[in-house]
């Protein structure tokens, strides 16, 4: 069964910064998506970041772009998401899912039939 574990998120004063780490499990192929969402409380899910499993190709989302960066370590099957210069905009639950698709910059959730997704980790950051 495909699992995904996060873990990381803190609280931290703006311009500081975080890792956020996603422990991958249980998928059976070599070759997919990763993705890091967010979701503050009475927003939108929206997409952060993906990874390429296959060829390591990354997207960020422009609220995040120059400030996150995203990385595979394959040995450890775990995922980072580092944040930088964190903003109170970027408080939030974070979550992992797989595999993730990208469609006209827009990334979307697995279906739940063929992935999954973590339970989440809280970033707050203080102005």
């Known amino acids: 069964e495909a699992r995904l574990v996060e873990s990381g998120g803190d609280l931290v004063q703006a311009g500081g910064s975080l890792r956020l780490s996603c422990v991958i499990s249980?998928?059976?192929?070599?070759?997919?998506?990763i993705g890091w969402f967010r979701q503050a409380p009475g927003e939108e899910r929206e997409g952060v970041s993906c990874?390429?499993?296959?060829?390591?190709?990354?997207w960020y989302a422009d609220s995040v772009k120059g400030r996150f960066t995203i990385s595979s370590d394959d040995a450890k099957n775990t995922v980072y998401l580092q944040m930088t210069n964190l903003k109170p905009e970027d408080t939030a639950v974070y979550s992992c899912?797989?595999?993730?698709?990208?469609?006209?910059?827009?990334?979307?959730?697995?279906?739940?039939?063929?992935?999954?997704w973590g339970q989440g980790t809280q970033v707050t950051v203080s102005s």
């Open positions: 899912a797989a595999p993730v698709t990208l469609v006209h910059n827009t990334l979307f959730l697995p279906d739940p039939r063929f992935g999954s």
């Open positions: 990874i390429s499993r296959g060829d390591g190709t990354t």
């Open positions: 249980g998928f059976r192929f070599n070759d997919y998506a």
